[in-house]
């Protein structure tokens, strides 16, 4: 237990791991009777679970173990110490596997909410407490990710508010905060701050680009999406804009370059899906000025799936292995898990334009599951042994 304690990754990573498996699990269920013309006996609207949880339910968990282990050496700064860090990991946990277990006991989804709104809470203060104690000359991206987590927390609220009053209105608006001003904003900061970090170091001849006014461009447009859907009015120039930045983002990062390397092709390939998600988001926005309402949700799950999940998977092995003192070094399973989940992002993409919508909803659900399941059975007895170079942490 000693050894699990050690570290912020170890707990939220293995939390995390646990939970995201347990929800894609229900989700799986649901999708294989959904086509055989049934359904789960659910106190809850399946979709609305499903919203939140895919948000909510296990991404910040692995944020806080990536930022309570990484973001301190950004800062210069100790890590948390475990007595903090721990209760908020196993609350939030225990709060996700209560909202599960709301499926049959409605008046769980209140209390797991609620778990998750105060244990997020006291995370950002923690976080907040790490900036503050900085005197580093850089602290541009962690002062971001405090202010995303806060969206976060903004996002939980507007949730428990949907939980006890049932006002849909909640609903909508914790995804809209929840996606474009707490989960993309994340995802784009640590983006922002490492990718060009590993390319320099693996790429030959390459000068890490990272320019303050990118970062700053991208959140704004990630927002802004989020302001403009939150007042009903249609994002065209925001997404047509954000496609194109996102595009010359990848190429001045140099994406093709990355493939030499598998283990930082992970981490490009799964940031090409943001401009391949904000296209289609701008070809939806132009039907609907046209009169068309295409693409359904197409443009989400290629940002949620394509960019999130599998950034997720390649971030969470690379911290994986380097801190477990195990060699940077991409293993044929790892690497097959990975594609599964771009083949997953495809089919569910897919879902939405061609006919064999429930074949490929199936498809898409199970091979999810298969990809974290096999994940997790390699990588969470990691987070229960010491590292193998006899390190602390």
């Not at 596997?97 to 499926?103: G, N, S």
């Not at 939980?156 to 909508?172: D, I």
């Amino acid at each position: 237990m000693k050894t699990f304690l050690s570290a912020p990754h170890r707990v939220g990573f293995f939390c995390g791991t646990l939970l995201l498996i347990a929800s894609l699990a229900w989700w799986a269920s649901e999708m294989l009777l959904r086509a055989s013309g049934n359904t789960m006996p659910s106190s809850i609207a399946p979709m609305f679970l499903h919203g939140y949880l895919m948000l909510y339910g296990f991404f910040p968990l692995f944020m806080l173990g990536f930022i309570y282990t990484a973001g301190p050496k950004w800062l210069g700064v100790a890590s948390p110490p475990a007595k903090l860090y721990v209760p908020i990991f196993i609350t939030y946990a225990i709060g996700s596997a209560l909202l599960i277990a709301a499926l049959f006991w409605q008046p769980l989804l209140r209390l797991g909410i609620a778990l998750h709104w105060i244990s997020w809470g006291a995370a950002c203060l923690v976080w907040l407490n790490r900036v503050l104690a900085s005197s580093a000359p850089d602290r541009g991206h962690a002062i971001r990710i405090a202010l995303a987590f806060a969206m976060g927390w903004i996002g939980q609220a507007l949730a428990l508010y949907w939980a006890v009053f049932g006002a849909t209105t909640g609903w909508l608006s914790m995804i809209e905060i929840g996606l474009w001003g707490f989960l993309l904003p994340v995802y784009l900061t640590v983006s922002h701050r490492m990718l060009p970090f590993f390319s320099a170091n693996a790429i030959p001849n390459y000068s890490a680009w990272r320019p303050l006014w990118l970062l700053n461009a991208m959140i704004a447009l990630s927002w802004g999406h989020g302001a403009l859907k939150l007042a009903h009015f249609n994002s065209l120039p925001v997404d047509a804009v954000f496609a194109g930045l996102l595009l010359y983002t990848s190429y001045r990062w140099r994406l093709f370059a990355s493939l030499q390397n598998r283990l930082l092709a992970m981490l490009h390939l799964a940031f090409a899906w943001a401009a391949v998600a904000m296209l289609l988001y701008t070809v939806q926005d132009a039907a609907l000025l046209a009169g068309s309402a295409i693409l359904g949700f197409a443009p989400l799950h290629a940002i949620s799936i394509g960019f999130f999940g599998t950034m997720l998977l390649g971030f969470a092995t690379r911290v994986s292995l380097g801190h477990a003192g195990l060699p940077l070094i991409l293993s044929r399973l790892a690497w097959t898990l990975y594609c599964l989940l771009h083949g997953v992002a495809i089919a569910r993409v897919l879902a939405e334009v061609l006919p064999w919508q429930n074949t490929l909803l199936c498809a898409a659900a199970l091979g999810a599951l298969l990809a974290f399941l096999l994940w997790g059975s390699r990588f969470m007895p990691v987070y229960l042994k010491p590292r193998a170079d006899g390190k602390a942490g």
